[in-house]
């Protein structure tokens, strides 16, 4: 079977998720600055939406062959 569209996907994937935990990480910065969430609740969604991130870009590749397994 061939994989480019494997890695093709994933790595659009993986860019979506990238894009959307810089926004997670944009809205915290703003919210911290208007000291409307404290700085521990800062690092812990912080750290927290990182962690998310890269267990999801990690386990896509997974998901995604198994889905073209069981379409082809």
């Given at each position: 079977m ?13 860019i979506?998720?990238?894009?959307t935990?810089?926004?997670?990480i ?10 409307e969430?404290?700085?521990?609740k ?9 962690g ?10 997974f998901?995604?062959?198994k889905?073209i397994?069981?379409?082809?």
């Amino acid at each position: 079977m061939e994989l480019e569209p494997l890695y093709l996907m994933s790595l659009f994937s993986a860019i979506i998720i990238v894009m959307t935990v810089h926004s997670i990480i944009k809205v915290l910065n703003i919210a911290l600055k208007r000291k409307e969430i404290s700085r521990r609740k800062y690092w812990l969604w912080f750290a927290s939406s990182i962690g998310i991130g890269v267990v999801t870009a990690s386990l896509l590749p997974f998901g995604y062959h198994k889905i073209i397994e069981m379409i082809l």
